[in-house]
Every structure is written in C-alpha cells, then in structure tokens.
C-alpha cells in the first residue's frame, strides 16, 4: 500500500515536495516511481529510483528541476519539485515495482491513490 501527500496549489517558480510511504515489507527491494496524469491526457513517467544504490531517472519535462530520493528507514520515497511551472499540473502518483526500476508506467504493479499538484501562472 502506498500513500502519497504533500500536493497543492502553487504559483509558478515556487517548489513543493511530495512523499509516499510504503506500507509494507522490504522497502528496499522496490524501484519506486514518480508518475503524474494531467486531465485528459496520458500517465506521464517523471521520476524513479533504483532499489539498489539508489539510481535515479527523470523524465525529459522535469529534469533539472525535480529530485527523487529515498528513505529507507523510513520507508518513504520523496519528491521535491523547484520551478514549477502551470505544465506540471497534474495528478501525482507515487508507483512500485519490486525489483528493476521502469520507465513505462505499465511496469509498476503498486500504486497510491495520487495526490494533487496545481500550479498557477
């Protein structure tokens, strides 16, 4: 089970972080994803880190703005997004895989009911 919080409403150029805890066993054995769905179009991929020394990938839109990181101990998967812009408006899912890290939304068995980011202009 996953749950994602930390979404809102923000103004362009401000950040936000979201985080998405993992209930349940052997955390460290999942890839975990970032993946966000804007009304009326595709799952986006954003983000994902490894289960293993901590990999990280982004998608083409965030890169250089969003970071992925874990935390094991705590079983929680962040992501902290800077510069946001109206474009990054969407519903945020927080995604799990066990074993290798995907960049298809497809690949991810586990997933958190979303949490909303709104940004306006």
């Known amino acids: 089970q996953l749950a994602e919080s930390g979404g809102g409403l923000r103004q362009a150029g401000d950040s936000l972080t979201l985080s998405c805890e993992f209930a349940g066993r052997n955390f460290e054995d999942y890839a975990m994803a970032w993946i966000r769905q804007a009304l009326g179009k595709e799952r986006e991929f954003v983000a994902a880190i490894s289960f293993r020394h901590d990999n990280t990938y982004y998608g083409d839109s965030v890169k250089g703005r969003f970071t992925i990181s874990r935390d094991n101990s705590v079983n929680t998967v962040f992501l902290r997004m800077k510069d946001l812009k109206p474009e990054d408006t969407a519903v945020y899912y927080c995604?799990?895989?066990?074993?290798?890290?995907?960049?298809?939304?497809?690949?991810?068995?586990?997933w958190g009911q979303g949490t909303q980011v709104t940004v306006s202009s």
């Open positions: 995604a799990a895989e066990r074993g290798q890290v995907w960049s298809d939304p497809n690949e991810y068995d586990y």
